[in-house]
């Protein structure tokens, strides 16, 4: 039997390796993007598991496989589990997940990680270089509805990559969930305002920067809400009313297919013959290597409704894993 071997990384080894800052994961989402742009992928729709008796949305198991080329391809596999009632529950993060990577050239696997802070931060890391893109330049407030871990992940980005963001709104349905994450941000960001909402609209209304953080499924987020000139995340998917995709000046998209599926706004719409391929402005990757313009006028409100790509998991994991080769970072196992 050969000596063929697995490295293991836990959440504590990916943070030891710098992955509790998002540079290095805006860096490796943008790389993603750009392979996408080119071409230069493979990357299967998801299958989305879920058990006869869920009840919620977000409680689904999904299978996420890419391959990435370049100068060092990588293949790969995301399996990332929720539960919507975890943290009230059972005092758990609603998502885990666990990523392998794939050796091109044998196809063994040569790494296993902790994928929940990876997938968490690469999230962030997507909104962050959209923002590059479609937000109006040197804005310094943003408002962020829902406040759970992946609302976390996405302020400290907003923090560390504008460096004139620093006053953030945030709302809730359980108003401690805003305290709370306003105080945890207060803490490590000492001259950040919080502005908790006292309703989604009036965290929405006049802000130029919007990301949605939810559990929901059940569109809220009405078009009047938005100030000319807005940039929307629409993060989790299913917050934004469907007359908001049909009146928004551009939406873009991280992946055409990946969107038009599993009932989502979009699905529905292409459904009902109110939007289409030619309707939509432009895949994300588009923008980032200039085949297609990002922001145009300080007025347009553009809405990004990012699935969530395989891709930009599996690049993440892929600069994560050299980090650690290079460091001599977690635990080398056996595979036989």
């Known amino acids: 039997m050969n000596g063929a071997t697995l490295r293991y990384l836990s959440r504590a080894d990916i943070a030891a390796l710098g992955g509790e800052h998002s540079d290095l994961y805006m860096r490796a989402v943008e790389d993603g993007f750009r392979s996408h742009a080119a071409g230069d992928f493979v990357q299967p ?34 399996w990332i589990g929720s539960k919507h009632d975890n943290p009230a529950k059972r005092g758990m993060e609603r998502a885990s997940a666990v990523i392998v990577l794939n050796d091109p050239e044998t196809n063994y696997p040569m790494a296993i990680m902790e994928g929940g802070l990876l997938s968490a931060m690469r999230t962030a890391a997507v909104t962050g270089v959209a923002t590059q893109h479609l937000a109006r330049k040197g804005f310094d407030e943003a408002a962020i509805i829902g406040c759970g871990p992946i609302a976390e992940r996405q302020a400290q980005m907003l923090l560390e990559q504008f460096a004139k963001v620093r006053t953030l709104r945030l709302f809730d349905l ?23 909402a006292k309703s989604a609209e009036a965290a929405v209304r006049d802000c130029p920067v919007v990301i949605t953080c939810t559990v929901t499924d059940t569109p809220y987020l009405a078009f009047d809400w938005l100030a000319r000139g807005a940039f929307l995340a629409n993060v989790s998917i299913m917050d934004v009313e469907r007359d908001v995709f049909l009146k928004v000046d551009k939406v873009v998209v ?6 038009n599926r599993e009932k989502k706004i979009i699905n529905l719409l292409v459904e009902a013959g109110e939007f289409s391929r030619e309707r939509l402005h432009a895949e994300l990757g588009e923008i980032i290597v200039g085949d297609k313009p990002g922001r145009e006028t300080d007025d347009e409100i553009i809405l990004l409704n990012p699935m969530g790509m395989a891709i930009d998991d599996i690049a993440c994991a892929k600069a994560i894993l050299h980090r650690a080769e290079d460091r001599g970072i977690g635990t080398v196992l056996p595979l036989f």
């Open 45 to 78: 729709l998801k299958p989305y598991l879920r058990s006869p008796r869920a009840r919620h949305i977000a409680d689904r198991i999904i299978a996420m496989p890419a391959w990435i080329g370049g100068e060092r391809p990588v293949a790969g596999l995301k």
């Open 254 to 259: 991280d992946d055409w297919d990946q969107s």
């Open 174 to 196: 359980r108003e401690e969930a805003s305290e709370a994450l306003s105080a945890r941000l207060r803490q490590r960001f000492a001259d950040l305002r919080v502005i908790i």
